[in-house]
């Protein structure tokens, strides 16, 4: 009966994931991939998908010999995303091996003229991208640890009417470390985490004709990522409970990657100078059980971003600096929710969604390197309302079984050309 159910969810999962997508998580602030529930109520609520993957609330989830999930989804119109999870208990140690990416994806065409001989590549061949997230997460007595290894490849190979042949590579590899572990504080509990992740980014292309190879190296910066993030759960009080957020991600990226070797020619240009982004976001979350089956909850929530980038480049033959500009950025998105669960046929099928709205704020200053050149130019930008929605649900395929869903529905371009987003998976646990 359960590998019936089993294929079942699966089936439905990627009945709504073909010819969608979703994008893959490329920094140490997103190595978990959101449940249907997380994402249908705008983070105001989880389901065990969200707990099994985070380095603090693993323990929370509740199963005998394994727990194991299935998604996919994404807006309309691209390649899939897929993501999956398998966890299980070894006596005192917690063990989960995590996966997100869209596999390969891609094309390549060749065209051929009436001689017979190889035409231009036309603009429809883009190459092959490799993007591939994988984590480990380990529960111990200590806290959680999760490790995370974070690709994103490009090959590409294009001809032009068989005189010259261009392949280049590019891409970035990432490495991560988060910790965490939960501390009763006063009547609360305060849910700490710290992580860094560091990497670096390829850029290589090798042109190949009549005259000769040419190599191009553009010299990718290393990351490195600092996260704190936390959250304090206010005791519960008559089925309220208040909930503190804060997170804090630090970015600097290292200018040349210290790990590349780069081939000196003419064409050989490394970036210079510094360049780093913070974003700093609070929030505060309260729900309310208002009854056995109905819950609502509503928060408020800030993000401040700030940016410096430096863009001067030098080049190792001639061996000379071109001046550039430095770029500024200041950031604001204030946003607030209110969202509802409610158990829709107890024990069977779960309904939740959400409202909100969001805010955007920010001021760009570019301002040139040039000796004697004082000039410079900034862009305030406002966003008026923005709206955000989602609606969700669960369905309870088996007792060990879930199929979950959600639609999400936020502006892409303007304030009314709405793309929904539609994501799906299975939960099995055993």
């Known amino acids: 009966m359960i590998r019936k159910t089993l294929l ?156 010259e042949k261009t392949e280049t590579k590019d891409g970035r590899l990432g490495l991560g470390l988060i910790w965490g572990k939960n501390f009763a504080i006063g009547q609360g509990t305060l849910k700490p985490e710290a992580g860094i992740l560091y990497g670096f980014n390829l850029a290589k292309t090798k042109t190949t004709s009549t005259a000769g190879d040419s190599i191009t190296t553009r010299s990718g910066y290393a990351p490195l990522q600092l996260l704190l993030r936390g959250d304090y759960l206010f005791p519960e009080n008559g089925g309220r409970q208040s909930v503190i957020s804060l997170s804090e991600l630090f970015e ?20 210079t100078g510094k360049e780093w982004n913070n974003s700093l976001t609070l929030g505060f979350k309260r729900t309310y059980e208002v009854d056995e089956r109905f819950s609502v909850a509503w928060n408020v929530e800030g993000n401040f971003f700030y940016s410096s980038q430096n863009t001067d480049q030098e080049r190792k033959n001639p061996d000379i600096k071109i001046d550039g500009d430095t770029t500024t950025r200041v950031g604001l998105s204030p946003s607030a929710r209110l969202g509802f669960t409610c158990h829709f046929v107890p024990d069977r099928f779960d309904l939740y969604g959400f409202a909100g709205a969001r805010f955007d704020f920010s001021r760009v200053k570019e301002s040139s390197n040039v000796d004697n050149d004082d000039s410079s130019t900034t862009t305030t930008r406002l966003s008026g309302l923005i709206p955000l929605a989602g609606l969700g649900g669960t369905l309870q395929l088996h007792p060990m079984a879930a199929f979950d869903f959600s639609i999400s529905a936020a502006p892409t371009g303007g304030r009314f050309q709405i793309s929904p987003t539609v994501t799906a998976s299975v939960i099995i646990r055993n």
């Open 8 to 163: 079942l969810g699966i089936v439905l999962a990627f009945m709504l994931a073909p010819g969608l997508m979703a994008q893959v998580p490329s920094g140490i602030g997103d190595t978990s991939t959101p449940s249907m529930k997380n994402i249908a109520t705008g983070g105001l609520w989880g389901n065990d998908m969200d707990n099994v993957q985070d380095v603090n609330d693993w323990q929370d989830v509740e199963f005998g010999k394994f727990f194991a999930f299935l998604a996919g989804g994404g807006t309309w119109g691209n390649i899939p995303v897929i993501s999956g999870g398998f966890a299980k208990n070894f006596g005192p140690v917690y063990l989960g091996l995590f996966y997100t990416g869209s596999l390969v994806s891609g094309s390549a065409v060749e065209e051929v003229d009436s001689a017979g001989d190889r035409a231009d590549t036309p603009a429809s061949d883009n190459g092959f991208t490799f993007t591939d997230n994988i984590y480990v997460l380990a529960g111990t007595p200590v806290g959680g640890f999760k490790l995370g290894i974070l690709t994103d490849f490009r090959t590409d190979k294009d001809e032009n009417a068989g005189t």
């Open 252 to 271: 600097y990226r290292i200018f040349p990657d210290p790990l590349r070797e780069n081939s000196v020619t003419d064409s050989t240009q490394n970036r």
